[in-house]
Structures are given as C-alpha cells and as structure tokens.
C-alpha cells in the first residue's frame, strides 16, 4: 500500500477516526506521517490530514478532467490542491459537486444547522407566509368560500405591500 | 494607538479569574465569517484585500462594544508587537504574520478580538477566563448579530456561513479550552484521553493551536465539525466532554498524591531548583517547568501568592514579552540568559516546596473547592 501523501514510499502507519457513524481511513509513510505531527498526537487531527487529500481529486472528477474555474474570481481546481482554501463564496457553487464529497466526508451533515442572518431569515419567513396564505387562499376559492377568499386575498396584498426592507434576491 | 498602553499589564491580567481555571485557563469561541462580494483573503489581490478592510473595519469600530477598542492594519504593527499578541492570545500565528491589507480590533478589557483578513474576512472571537464557554459564545454571538446589519454576509441556507476552508462551513464556530493538564501527563494517561477526546470528534491542539505542539502540559480542546450541528449543541458536547476531562485531571493528581507522592513531589521540587537557580534557560524548558510549579501550588507546596507569580511568569518568559523589556534586540541566548536572570528575580520571595511528612498536601485536592 502506498502512502497517501507522497504517493512512492509504503504506507506504514494506518489511521482510523471514527466521528459519529462514520469511518475515516488514512495511510502513510513514516516520513509523511511524521511531517504531518501524526507522530504527535497531541497536535493531530484526521480531518486536517484528510482535506489536503482526496479533497483535490473529488475537484478534478467535479471538473470532468477539464480546468474549471469560478467564473466569479478565476479560481481553479489546482488552486485547491494547493492550499486547501476556496477563491470566494461563489466556488461553492461552481465546485458543488466535487466539495459534496468532501463536505460529507468532514462534516457532520450537509445541510447548515444553527445561526442564520436576521435578513435572510425575515426573507424566509415571508416565503413561508405567502406560500401558505396563497394555499388557504387557493382552497377557499375551491370551497367557494368567497368572502374567506377575500379576506386571504387582503391578507397577501397587506404581506406583499412594503416589501421587507432587506429582501435579497 | 500605541499597543503598550492599550494592553493590560500581565501583572494585573493575571487576576482576571474565571470557575474552574485551577485547571481551565481560558475558554474562547471564534466565528469564522464573510462577505458576499469579495474573493477569500488567501486569494484576493492586495487592492480587493484593502478594499475589503476598508468595508469591515470601520464597521467593527462603530459596534457599542468596540468603544475604546484598539484598532489597527498589521502593516502598521510592529512584529515585536504582533508576537506579544500571539503569546496573549488576541491573534492567531497566521494573523500575525499578515502585513497591509489586514486589521485587527480589540475591545477595551481584552474579551473581544476580530481578525480582519485572516483566513476568512472576519475571524471575531471571545476570550473568558477559567470555564465559560457558553458565556463566550453569547458575547460572540451578539456581536456577530450586531455586524450582520452593517455587513452583508455571504450565506446558503444549505452550506451556511460560507468559508475559506470547507472544514469551517455552517455555523463557522470554533470552540475551545485551554487546559493545564500536568496530572494527567505524569500519570502517563495523556494519550488515550487524546485519543478519546479524538473519537467524539473534537480535536486535542497544543498550546498556539494548529499545528503546534502541547508545552508546558497544555492542551487545547475544540470541535471539529461545523456544518450539520447548532452553535448551542456544539457549546454543550464540548462543555460536556470538558467536565469530564476535569475530573479525569483531579482524580489523576488524586491517584498521583496516593501512589507516587514521591514522584510528584520530585518533579516539582527540581522544576522550582532549575527556575529559582538557572543562569540560562529556554522559553521551552521554562513553561515545561512552570506548569510543574503551578501544580505545586495548587497542592499547596507553594503559597497561593506564589500562583500569581507563576502565571505571569509563564507571559513574560516568552520570548516577545522578554525582548519587550530591552531595547537592543536580543539572540535567541541572550533571552536564554535574560530569561533565567528574571525568573531567579521573580522566585525570590517564593520559598522552597514545603513537603509535609506524610505528604498530608493532598488539602489542595477537594473537588469541590474553589480556586
């Protein structure tokens, strides 16, 4: 088996961490090992290990072979490969499928939990009203139920009038 | 501003306490955030870097909190004074080594700092004394709630807060505690606690973080992951995990004390030896021996006044702060020599280990006292 990092030498010490129900697996060569701190448990952690890894080559398949590269700032797949840092929020757009991959692998979940921007938050409580109204508003007018009908259609008029101040698109 | 008199001297810092610091030094939580419109700081140009800083900064200066902050670009701060921050904690290594293009503000008492351009564009933490991470956390988050109406974030409701590195997407929360674990080190159990606390998925750091190594047995324990898993959920494993990584510590000075009384009281003795004697010493060998000495004091072979010396020792033996003091600039063996002509002064009046026959010092080990 060969080492993961520098791909010519064998891989001596094997890695395993287990977070939540999955499995993270890592060979290296001595030398690698002991470049990376592994040696040093005290200063190891697998994921940073595991980033600068298959992470470039989930990018590469993403690409297709091809140089892809985020049409917003010009960073390029090789790019990562390097430094393990992205170019700007928008590469997470045109890199989605090849850090799908990698997301998964280091993260708990792919789906954000927690703190959301005030902003973005009143945008989505207001879709979430509208949609909600327009459905009472479309049974209504099923159920014939036209003075409801009116009522709801008011309602929307109301919620739709002064948009919320900070509607981002 | 002049740095020297924006920062708290280390001998009236060191009385800043927090629960459980006998064994919790500090507890922080950073935010790793940024904005929509610009590259990532490790890949924007120096002019979108200074124009990114030129939004952000004058942003943070206006928070109610930042009042009387310190405010600065790094290309405005010395080096000396970038290392004296890193050995205080407010910036990272990373950080300190960012020139124009980069800022940094600092709140009035030392608990907020925020890294402009960092790795990310804002890197906004809190810093406690002792056991607080969950206070840490609310003070970070209201400032964060606060900069959010001046900023416009760059966010998806399926990533989150979008970031530099994947490994910080999501809440882009990083919460640790520095701990002072010489208990569990001389019992030799260091290392499947490690491994352990590596199995929850938090990660066991030394004592500047990432990639450095743990001196003077201390070790900083953080989360992992960041996308998949609230803030308060991430605040309360940690705060979980750190409670039993204490009494994992006590017991271990508990077990020590009964069995190996000797052993301990050997390696504080020789550590308070070297420190009180040496004509040269390194700043590694010095926080390796100090650690022993706070150890010492907390079993009650020191005076509690002794404490405080040792903390503020374990500041000013590190190489920027010691080169502070002195004009010329120093070679790495005239601090060795500076440095134990210091710590010789400062152990003065700290008289030498008092052994009880019998080794009747276990007082200092009720759990449930407070330090």
Request: hydrophobic share 40%; charged share 25%.
């Given at each position: 088996?060969?080492c993961?990092?520098c791909?010519?030498?064998t891989?001596?010490?094997h890695?395993t961490?287990i977070t939540?129900?999955?499995?993270h697996?890592i060979?290296?060569?001595e030398?690698?090992?002991k470049?990376?701190?592994?040696?040093?448990?005290?200063?190891?952690s697998?994921?940073?290990?595991l980033?600068?890894?298959?992470?470039s080559?989930?990018?590469?398949q993403a690409?297709?072979?091809?140089?892809?590269?985020?049409?917003?700032?010009?960073?390029?797949q090789?790019?990562?490969?390097?430094?393990?840092?992205?170019?700007c929020?928008?590469?997470?757009?045109?890199?989605?499928e090849?850090?799908?991959?990698?997301?998964?692998s280091t993260q708990?979940?792919a789906?954000?939990?927690?703190k959301?921007p005030?902003r973005l938050?009143?945008?989505?409580?207001?879709?979430l009203?509208?949609?909600?109204?327009?459905k009472?508003?479309?049974?209504?007018?099923?159920?014939?139920?036209?003075?409801?009908?009116?009522?709801?259609?008011?309602?929307?008029?109301?919620l739709?009038g002064?948009?919320p101040?900070?509607?981002?698109k | 501003?002049?740095?020297?008199?924006?920062?708290?001297?280390?001998?009236k810092s060191?009385h800043?306490?927090?629960?459980?610091?006998?064994?919790?030094l500090?507890?922080?939580?950073?935010?790793?955030?940024?904005?929509r419109?610009g590259a990532?700081p490790?890949?924007?140009?120096k002019?979108e870097?200074?124009r990114?800083?030129?939004?952000?900064?004058p942003?943070i200066?206006?928070?109610?909190?930042?009042?009387g902050a310190?405010s600065?670009?790094?290309?405005?701060?010395?080096?000396?004074?970038k290392?004296?921050?890193?050995?205080r904690?407010?910036?990272?290594?990373?950080?300190?080594a960012?020139?124009?293009g980069?800022?940094?503000?600092?709140?009035?008492?030392?608990?907020?700092a925020?890294?402009?351009?960092e790795?990310d564009h804002?890197r906004?933490?809190a810093?406690h004394?002792?056991?607080?991470?969950?206070q840490?956390?609310?003070l970070?988050?209201?400032?964060?709630?606060?900069?959010?109406?001046?900023?416009?974030?760059?966010?998806?409701?399926?990533l989150?807060?979008?970031t530099?590195?994947p490994?910080?997407?999501?809440?882009g929360?990083r919460?640790s505690a520095?701990?002072h674990l010489?208990?569990?080190?001389l019992?030799?159990?260091i290392?499947p606690?490690?491994?352990?606390?590596?199995k929850?998925?938090?990660?066991v750091?030394?004592?500047?973080?990432e990639?450095?190594?743990?001196?003077?047995n201390?070790?900083?324990?953080?989360?992992?992951m960041?996308?998949?898993?609230?803030?308060?959920d991430?605040?309360?494993?940690?705060?979980?995990?750190?409670?039993q990584?204490i009494?994992h510590?006590e017991?271990?000075?508990?077990?020590l004390?009964?069995?190996?009384a000797?052993?301990v009281?050997?390696?504080?003795?020789?550590?308070?030896?070297i420190?009180?004697?040496?004509?040269?010493i390194?700043?590694?060998?010095?926080m390796n021996?100090?650690?022993?000495m706070?150890?010492?004091v907390e079993?009650r072979?020191f005076?509690?006044?002794?404490?405080?010396i040792?903390?503020?020792?374990?500041?000013?033996?590190q190489?920027?702060h010691?080169?502070?003091?002195?004009?010329?600039?120093?070679?790495?063996?005239?601090?060795?020599?500076?440095?134990a002509?210091?710590?010789?002064?400062?152990?003065?009046?700290?008289?030498?280990?008092i052994i009880?026959p019998?080794?009747?010092?276990?007082?200092?080990?009720d759990?449930?006292e407070?330090?």
């Open positions: 088996m060969l993961h990092i791909k010519e030498k891989a001596t010490v890695l961490q939540g129900d999955k499995m697996k060979d290296l060569c030398e690698c090992a470049e990376k701190g592994v040696n040093d448990p005290s200063g190891f697998l994921a940073d290990l980033l600068g890894l298959g992470a080559q989930e990018l590469e690409a297709g072979g091809t140089t892809l590269k985020c049409p917003k700032c010009g960073f390029a090789v790019d990562f490969k390097k430094s393990g840092r992205l170019g929020p928008e590469c997470y757009q045109t890199f989605a090849g850090l799908e991959v990698l997301i998964k708990k979940r789906q954000h939990k927690g959301v005030e938050r009143a945008q989505r409580n207001f879709e009203q509208l949609a909600s109204l327009q009472k508003l479309h049974k209504a007018v099923e159920a014939e139920d036209f003075e409801q009908a009116a009522q709801l259609r008011d309602e929307i008029k109301r739709k002064p948009l101040a900070a509607t981002v | 501003m002049n740095l020297d008199e924006f920062l708290e001297p280390v001998s060191v800043r306490k927090g629960p459980h610091d006998r064994i919790v500090s507890s922080r939580v950073r935010l790793a955030r940024n904005i419109d990532f490790g890949w924007a140009k002019p870097r200074m990114v800083l030129e939004i952000i900064r942003a200066e206006s928070l109610p909190e930042m009042k310190f600065e670009t790094m290309d405005n701060l010395e080096p000396l004074d290392q004296i921050l890193v050995e904690h407010l910036v990272s290594r990373e950080h300190a960012k020139s124009a980069s800022g940094l503000v600092i709140n009035f008492g030392e608990t907020l925020v890294m402009i351009n790795e804002l906004i933490q810093l004394p002792g056991l607080q991470i969950r840490a956390w609310q970070v988050d209201r400032l964060d709630s606060e900069l959010e109406e001046k900023l416009d974030y760059a966010f998806s409701n399926q989150g807060y979008l530099a590195c490994t910080n997407l999501g809440t929360i919460v520095m701990l010489p208990g569990l080190v019992a030799e159990q290392n606690i490690i491994t352990s606390v590596n929850l998925g938090l990660a750091r030394g004592l500047y973080g990639g450095t190594e743990a001196l003077g201390i070790f900083q324990v953080s989360n992992q960041t996308l998949g898993e609230s803030e308060t991430i605040v309360e494993r940690l705060e979980k995990v750190l409670a990584i009494e510590e017991n271990a000075r508990a077990t004390l009964e069995r190996k000797k052993v009281y050997n390696h504080i003795g020789r550590a308070y030896g420190l009180a004697n040496a004509h040269s390194s700043s590694k060998e010095t021996l100090l650690s022993l706070r150890l010492g079993l072979l005076p509690s006044s002794a404490g405080l040792v903390d503020e020792l374990f500041i000013l033996t190489p920027a010691l080169q502070k003091s002195h004009v010329d600039k120093l070679s790495a063996e005239a601090r060795d020599l500076l440095r002509d210091m710590l010789r002064e400062q152990l003065r009046p700290v008289n030498r280990p009880k019998g080794g009747t010092n276990s007082a200092g080990l759990k449930n407070k330090a």
